[in-house]
């Protein structure tokens, strides 16, 4: 059986196409000559190895099919290991990959996490920060109020720098006024007094001015409303021979110390005129430096007589000890005196015994012009020393 897909075969389909011609020619010689018949037997016999030509190349296209389909076969299968082992080794990658971006994205999102808790909590503080700002108009709009926080920062102020013993806060003159602060300074200058409580309702009433005609009105209320508190505090707390001949005015902002020194000039000359001065909480804390400096002056100058008696004391002291020295050093000198006759003594002591070794281990004569019944005992040295 010849598989008839093999007819599809180029080569195949030649074949035949040659084997239907051949066909054909025999044919048409069969039927136009009679001679034909005697080549007809050739010509079978050649179309019979024809086909069985046909049928080799057939065999063995077939062969080569299967080699084909075989070594196909193989090459799928090899493609196939190949391509599981890319997509074992893609998803591998594709697996790593997915675990770094989920490692990545959990980072990032306690990172997110964490940032938003430092967000929250600066919104909390935010908000505290708002409602403290709130609390502080408030307390700028209350007059009493504003008046207490202008006094306990300026009782801080004064807290730090100077010594309990140099101030007084809520202090009473003589005349039954009160003052917020007495710095006690002596004589000269004497007690400052220092007052606390600004009229800030004008400041804010010029600060929102809207047009023109609001602003002059303003500016008009706030030099009058800050005369009339500078007259006040001369009035009250410079009292002479209580007081000094000056007082302070203290302002709890640095934004309305630099605005009326800007804007109202003439005020803060007239201040200085009614020896109201100014201060901020910058010059005051200058100030009160410049008080703690002269009081630990004063201070000195009090314990200046003390020093002094102390020297004194020690001047005679010294003088005590040069005199002890100087009797001491006499009473060396004489110690000195007493070892050198001493030393002297000793050597006459030795010069004599000397003469006594001599005279004993002299001659058994005596020397000529000697007395023989001469005793040795009676001999002036001898005498001297107890012999």
Avoid at 166 to 192: E, H, K, M, W
Avoid at 200 to 213: F, G, I, P, Q, V
Avoid at 325 to 345: M, N, V, Y
């Amino acid at each position: 059986m010849i598989d008839l897909r093999l007819l599809s075969e180029p080569f195949v389909l030649g074949g035949l196409a040659v084997a239907g011609a051949v066909l054909v020619l025999a044919l048409v010689l069969l039927l136009r000559r009679p001679r034909a018949a005697a080549i007809a037997a050739p010509l079978a016999q050649a179309m019979a190895e024809l086909q069985g030509r046909l049928a080799q190349m057939a065999e063995s296209q077939v062969a080569t099919q299967a080699a084909m389909a075989e070594r196909m076969q193989g090459q799928e299968r090899a493609l196939a290991r190949h391509l599981e082992e890319r997509l074992a080794d893609l998803g591998k990658r594709v697996g790593d990959r997915l675990q770094e971006q989920t490692t990545q994205a959990t980072k990032s999102l306690t990172d997110l996490r964490e940032r938003l808790a430092v967000i929250d909590a600066a919104q909390k503080n935010i908000t505290e920060l708002s409602s403290q700002v709130v609390g502080l108009q408030d307390i700028l709009a209350n007059k009493q109020a504003r008046g207490a926080f202008g006094e306990i920062q300026m009782q801080d102020l004064v807290q730090s720098a100077l010594l309990p013993s140099a101030y007084s806060f809520q202090a009473t003159l003589a005349a039954g006024q009160r003052v917020d602060c007495l710095l006690l300074l002596p004589n000269p200058p004497g007690p400052i007094g220092l007052d606390a409580k600004f009229p800030l309702e004008s400041y804010h009433a010029l600060r929102e001015a809207k047009d023109e005609t609001a602003l002059i009105q303003a500016r008009r209320q706030f030099a009058a409303a800050l005369r009339s508190h500078v007259r006040a505090i001369a009035e009250k707390y410079i009292v002479p021979g209580e007081t000094a001949d000056s007082a302070l005015m203290f302002l709890p902002s640095e934004a309305v110390y630099a605005e009326l020194h800007a804007g109202f000039p003439a005020l803060v000359e007239e201040s200085f005129r009614a020896r109201v001065w100014i201060v901020s909480p910058t010059t005051l804390m200058a100030t009160l430096t410049t008080i703690r400096a002269v009081l630990k002056d004063v201070h000195l100058r009090e314990q200046a007589h003390i020093i002094q008696a102390e020297l004194r004391r020690l001047l005679d002291d010294v003088v005590r000890l040069d005199d002890r020295a100087g009797k001491l050093q006499r009473h060396f000198e004489q110690a000195t005196d007493d070892l050198r006759q001493i030393r002297i003594s000793t050597e006459k002591v030795g010069k004599r015994a000397e003469r006594i070794e001599e005279l004993q281990v002299g001659h058994d004569r005596p020397p000529e012009g000697a007395t023989g019944g001469a005793d040795i005992s009676e001999l002036p040295g001898l005498k001297r020393v107890g012999l």
